[in-house]
């Protein structure tokens, strides 16, 4: 009985990865886009995230308590990936796998888990990047801001851009594909700055209008002239206490205010702000806040992959 029961719940999720892999892999298709999510916790027995970049699979399995012994939870793991590997097309030995926490560590999203250091090559927007699948928790490529780093290129022509805890560097890319005069790129991890780095040269953006500041984000605003920038992008981790902080550590909640006035501060008139995060509870204070055009873009920036699974909010502030 137990084993069947087991086939049945297998039968469900391949009929359920059948189901979202036609609706996503069309949608990808009519907008080009070689790297996207397939499937997101769908079915409770079956807690993965699944994500597409181009020919090959990232899997993180979302830690739980499933009550299985190790060989048991490991032969569970292997039929699901039989499952995936029939119903999406891609050989095992191009799918990567990954145990996530429900509650991150000190480093966060950002850890590192692996030291293969395989570095793969994949296209968005006409752009490349690079990603590594096996290394860190987290591949170095975004997918749910796809949309707003589109919004981004959009508006950059001329303008001088600061891309603030950075990560990789794709919405500097984006930027200087749109033009920008100038791209600031800051981040506290000086691995991450290197990649973005990379990142821009791999799309023939290199000079000295592109700089790349290894720096603790909430002293780097406060030491900022006025007037500095035209456009800026803020994604802040949730929670940070990183040794390498002046401060004790981030908490978005608590900080953001603080965070976004300094940027009304280093903003020309007329300049834009993306402000976003990805902490579920977050409540944005706009009575302690300088910025008087306010407006939540959370859904224009959720791409087709992310709909109505997507816990992160995005707003459009215009100094």
Known sequence: ??????????????????????????????????????????????????????????????????????????????AALLVVEKVVGIPQENIYIKQRQRKQGRLGQYQKVNEEKQFFMVHEGGLQFL????DYLDTGLFLDHRATRTMVREEANNR????????????????????????????????????????????????NQFLFVNADVKQYLQELKPRTFDLVIMDPPTFSNSKKMKDDFLDIQRDHAEMINAVYHTLSPGGILYFSTNFSRFLLEKEKLRFDNIKDVTNVTTPFDFAGKLKRYCWKMVK
């Open 131 to 134: 990603v590594n699948l096996s």
């Open 160 to 207: 001088r851009v600061l891309n603030l805890f950075a990560y990789t560097g794709s919405f500097s890319v984006y930027a200087a594909a749109g033009g920008a005069a100038a791209v600031t790129t800051v981040d506290l991890s000086k691995t991450y700055l290197t990649w973005a780095e990379e990142n821009m040269k791999l799309n023939g953006f290199s000079g």
């Open 1 to 78: 009985m137990h084993s069947l029961q087991a086939t049945d719940k297998l039968q469900m999720f391949e009929n359920r990865l059948v189901k979202v892999f036609r609706h996503t892999s069309k949608q990808a298709k009519r907008q080009h886009i070689t790297c996207f999510r397939i499937y997101d916790h769908d079915l409770p027995e079956f807690p993965l995230c699944i994500e597409l970049y181009e020919d090959k699979l990232y899997i993180a399995e979302y830690r739980r308590h499933h009550g299985m012994t190790d060989e048991a939870h490991e032969a569970w793991l292997d």
